[in-house]
């Protein structure tokens, strides 16, 4: 890319953040002061805010690592389980109603090694310590072995999938097909009290804006800028004496952190986590979110993720039928005219109008 070029799609990347990073402050400002905001929409704001910080984590591996994961779902779902197991500790302290969950699983009560989740800082501590875990573990066998690819995408995706069949299974322990669900509470409030809905979309859309900036710094210095020499020619960069092993297993742990914290707030907006969470469909959307957004630009996956699942959320409550010929619409729209996301609309012109000649009369003087 020639250096004027280069600067001025920088210059429109910087713009488009400073856009998106304008949009969540004014989401969390009206959150936060608009009155008249019903209860639902405030919490479709709150799934919004973390199906966006779920587009980030995976655009850290796709877009600037070139490693596409269609397993992301996995450490999604992490956090919401542990959220889960939380919340049914907490719910149970405070009301000492036993929850369905105990009923359906032949339980007595809640498994003993359930208690320390019950404090939300371990809790947390929890599932950042597992996803980090599991994606470490993952990621030095598969990185380690040169796995990269289509082969890394459909190992990713059996891994998700194998999940899912694992956790349909009540011998698991965790809730099987009917998940966990019946909260009550959370750090000791009524989910009906009032403030309560706001509060989580608060959380969702903070996490949201911290992780955008943190990130965005993190991929402007050096990190970032040696992620992207190893999408482009690895094997270069590795002839120039960088170890590219430890800088795809850092940013692959990092995504899958980031990815299990969406889930961790994220169910107490919805109420349940059951293994449908793990089922390819949902890792297929999210890189579907990222690849229409704009992959490489994090403020892509954001409007990615926000404009999908916006328009998803209006014709599931009007024409569900109709979602899935919308998705596979908008997948080839940008695949056809935008392969860049729609990111690219401020630079596409379409050919008719940048022919040379093509808005000038036919018998003008050439």
């Known amino acids: 890319m020639a250096p004027k070029k280069a600067y001025l799609a920088r ?4 713009r488009v953040f400073s856009g998106v990073a304008a949009a969540t402050l004014l989401a969390f ?62 719910s149970v302290a405070t009301t000492g109603i036993t929850p369905d969950i105990v009923q359906f699983m032949g339980w007595t009560a809640l498994p003993n ?49 194998v999940a899912m069949l694992l ?40 996490a949201l804006g911290l992780t955008l900036v943190g990130c965005r710094l993190l991929m402007i210095g050096r990190f970032g800028r040696l992620l992207v020499a190893t999408r482009d020619d690895e094997t270069r960069l590795r002839s120039l004496g960088y170890e590219t092993l430890r800088l795809k297993l850092a ?45 490489g630009r994090l403020a892509g996956a954001v409007i990615g993720a926000v404009v999908v699942n916006a328009i998803k959320f209006s014709l599931s409550a009007t024409l569900p039928e109709l979602w899935p010929f919308v998705l596979s619409a908008l997948v080839i729209l940008v695949a ?11 630079r596409w012109r379409p050919a008719m109008l940048t022919r040379p000649g093509a808005l000038q009369p036919k018998d003008a003087p050439s």
């Open 113 to 161: 090694w359930w208690g320390p989740l019950g404090s939300f800082s371990i809790a947390l501590l929890a599932a950042v310590a597992v996803s980090f875990a599991a994606s470490f573990a993952f990621g030095w066998v598969s990185f380690r072995s040169r796995v990269g690819g289509v082969y890394f995408a459909i190992i990713t995706q059996a891994l998700v999938y």
């Open 29 to 90: 400002a009206a959150v936060a002061l608009w009155p008249g905001l019903s209860g639902y929409r405030v919490n479709i704001v709150g799934q919004l805010a973390c199906f966006a910080l779920l587009a980030v984590a995976l655009d850290l591996i796709w877009g600037y690592a070139g490693i596409l994961s269609l397993g992301h779902g996995l450490f999604f779902a992490i956090g919401g389980y542990v959220a889960g197991m939380h919340l049914l500790e907490q």
């Open 251 to 295: 940013v692959w742990c990092l995504s899958a952190v980031i990815a299990a914290i969406a889930g961790l707030l994220y169910v107490p907006q919805v109420g349940i986590i059951n293994p449908r969470v793990l089922s390819p469909e949902l890792s297929l959307e999210i890189a579907v979110w990222c690849a229409i957004g704009g992959r």
């Open 11 to 14: 210059a429109l990347d910087d």
């Open 336 to 346: 056809l005219i935008f392969p860049n996301g729609l990111l690219d609309i401020g």
């Open 167 to 206: 956790m349909f299974r009540n011998d698991t322990g965790f809730g099987g097909n009917n998940g966990m669900t019946g909260f009550q509470t959370i750090f000791g409030v009524p989910f009906q009290t009032p403030g309560v809905a706001e509060g989580l979309a608060l959380a969702s859309l903070g």
